[in-house]
């Protein structure tokens, strides 16, 4: 069944995670509309979290510019439950949830704009979107003069590997889940799943890491079974976020920092200089390199990366590694396999080599699909430009894309802190919809994006994860000059040069 639906909102919020909440609070005072699928605010914080996920960070690198946390110099990592709950407050403190309509499931979108606007709010509908609610079979469609898309990369649909043929998990007799599915668990199902069963883990990343302490958990005692977690390419991994007795961030998270760092439309003098001060770039990552070496035994287990630590640094790829990580390794309880191919057998996971390993649970901690969940509702030829021409999507101040109409896309382009990002792009787009700036023309938006993607190519084989870390402090001058703002926010030159940015240096100008 499909019914119109009458509303008296202009804009389209999907999605209640980070980024969706963010944009809801920023545009508040448009009351937009925000269609989220599931029953809780959070995202992948609410539905995409095992028992043990910490954030990767204190509470002060992580909150929202006008909403501090609790006990926020606590130097502990909050859990995931704490940062629902966070969250739950900020929503709650600016009247956010009378916006969202839960269990409602966007399904379509549909573009019914007429002629070209320069405005994001053109006085007439550009957009119908189709919402399933949760246990129905009606379609309620609605229409819109924007769209903002807050789906996110992560959660929803998982990434799943091929294999060769009759070699898949079929096969297999054993159990077989993604993370996606594990999330789900509550402590105890996820203890029985592990508990006394011969485990492999599928990836190295933090996910994986983490799965893998609770699996070693699980499995404590003479009768606990070995966790094998299967490597493909390894990654950096900190103890925590000091390097030699000196805070990480000195390294990348300040002003004078980022200047030895490519950025986007630099000029000619500051390219040279970038390619004079090269060696210097190279040897702060072997610094950096020096003290992990020193302080985990990477080498000794093989799980030294062949890239620099720059590179996962300027692809967003650097974690924590869990607390005991490498305590459970020398006990046996974690052991590592480096591979490259795979495919199951009827007991557990066969190798190019021919050789097996048998399993019990296989957990396959190998990513989602983001791409593919944003090009399910999207029309044509709109979801075929998404990521053209470079592979990755376009995103002027990491929000517009340059050849879509009316929409905006919040939570795609990541940083060192996500919420961070998605709260200052929040506070641009609102601006953007207030006419309080104007949008450059289409061929300037798209060779600024252009300019951006080929600066994180030459920062990192991982460019496609789209993460603008090394050059974070000018993307924000840029939103900042847009603003009408400073862009220097930091109250001394000395601060302003060698302190660490953070959300609290991007504090609304009235």
Same mark, same amino acid.
């Given at each position: 069944?499909?019914a119109?639906n ?7 919020i ?18 937009p509309i925000?269609?989220e699928?599931?029953?809780?605010i ?7 979290s095992?028992n043990?996920t910490?954030?990767?960070s204190?509470r ?5 510019t006008d ?5 926020r110099d606590?130097?502990?990592f909050?859990?995931?439950?704490q940062?629902?709950?966070y ?5 709650q ?9 839960f269990?409602?499931?966007?399904v ?7 002629q070209p606007?320069?405005t994001?709010?053109?006085?007439h509908?550009v957009?119908r ?8 079979d ?11 898309v807050c789906?996110?990369?992560y ?7 091929e294999?060769p #043929?009759?070699?898949? =998990? @079929? ?5 077989? %889940?993604h +993370? *996606?599915?594990?999330?789900? $668990?509550d402590?105890?199902?996820?203890t029985?799943l ?5 485990v492999v883990?599928?990836g190295?990343?933090k996910?994986?890491?983490?799965l893998?302490?609770?699996?070693a ?8 079974q070995?966790?094998t ?7 950096w991994?900190?103890p925590?976020?000091w ?11 300040t002003?004078s #920092?980022?200047f030895? =760092? @490519? ?5 000619l %003098?500051? +390219? *040279?200089?970038?390619l004079? $001060?090269s060696p210097?770039?190279r ?13 985990l035994?990477?080498e000794?287990y093989?799980?030294k990366p062949?890239?620099s630590f720059?590179?996962?640094?300027a692809?967003c ?10 305590s ?7 052991v590592?396999k ?9 007991g ?7 050789s097996?390993?048998?399993a019990d649970?296989?957990v *396959? ?6 791409k593919?969940k ?6 044509e030829?709109f979801g ?11 995103l002027?101040r990491?929000?517009i894309?340059p050849?879509?109409?009316?929409m ?5 382009v ?8 998605s709260?200052?792009?929040?506070v641009?787009?609102?601006?953007l919809?207030?006419?309080?700036f104007?949008?450059p023309?289409v061929?300037s938006m798209l060779?600024?994006t252009l300019?951006?993607i080929e600066?994180m190519k ?7 994860r ?7 402090i ?8 847009d ?16 302190g ?5 240096d991007?504090?609304k100008?009235d």
């Open positions: 069944m499909m119109m009458e509303n008296h909102s202009k804009i389209c999907i999605g209640a995670g980070v980024s969706g909440i963010a944009a809801a609070k920023q545009l508040s005072h448009h009351n925000v269609f699928a599931t029953d809780s959070g995202g992948v914080w609410s539905h995409c095992y043990s910490k954030l990767q204190n002060r690198g992580y909150e929202f909403f501090h946390w609790p006990q606590n130097p502990e909050p859990t995931h439950l940062i629902l709950s969250l739950h407050s900020y929503a403190h600016f009247d956010l949830i009378k916006n969202i309509r269990n409602s499931k966007v379509e979108i549909n573009f019914i704009g007429h606007s320069s994001m709010l053109p006085g509908p957009w979107v189709a919402v399933k609610a949760t246990h129905s009606t379609i309620q469609w609605y229409e819109f003069e924007l769209v903002v789906i996110g990369k959660g929803d649909i998982a990434e799943i590997p294999y #043929s009759k070699k898949g =998990h @079929e096969v297999f007799k054993g159990k077989v %889940l +993370t *996606l599915d594990y999330c789900k $668990l402590h105890e199902a996820a029985q592990l508990k006394g069963n011969k883990i599928v190295s990343k996910s994986a890491l983490d893998a302490m609770e699996s958990q699980a499995n404590q005692g003479p009768n606990g070995p966790c977690m299967l490597v493909r390419s390894s990654h991994t900190v925590h976020y390097v030699w007795g000196l805070p990480l961030s000195l390294f990348y998270s002003r #920092s980022q030895i =760092h @490519e950025r986007p439309g630099q000029g %003098l500051k +390219t *040279l200089l970038c004079m $001060l210097l770039r040897g702060v990552s072997k610094f950096i390199e020096s003290y992990i070496l020193w302080k035994p990477l000794k093989g799980l062949e890239h720059e590179e996962d640094y692809s790829q650097m974690a924590i590694m869990p607390e005991n990580f490498f459970e390794v020398e006990k046996g309880k974690i590592f480096k591979v490259s191919k795979w495919w199951f057998w009827n557990g996971i066969e190798f190019e080599d021919n097996k390993l048998e649970v296989v *396959l901690a190998t990513g989602f699909d983001g593919k944003l090009k399910a509702i999207m029309p030829p075929s430009l998404l990521e053209y021409p470079t592979g990755i999507m376009p002027y990491g929000t894309h050849l879509i109409p009316n905006a896309f919040v939570g795609y990541e940083s060192l802190s996500n919420l961070h990002s709260e200052l792009r929040s641009w787009l609102a601006g919809v207030d006419e309080k104007k949008l023309s061929e060779s600024q300019k951006e600066v030459r920062s990192t084989r991982f460019y496609k789209h993460c603008i870390s090394t050059y974070s000018n993307h924000g001058d840029e939103i900042c000059k603003l009408g703002w400073s862009s220097w926010r930091k109250k001394t030159w000395i601060s302003e040069a060698f660490a940015y953070s959300s609290e991007f504090e100008e």
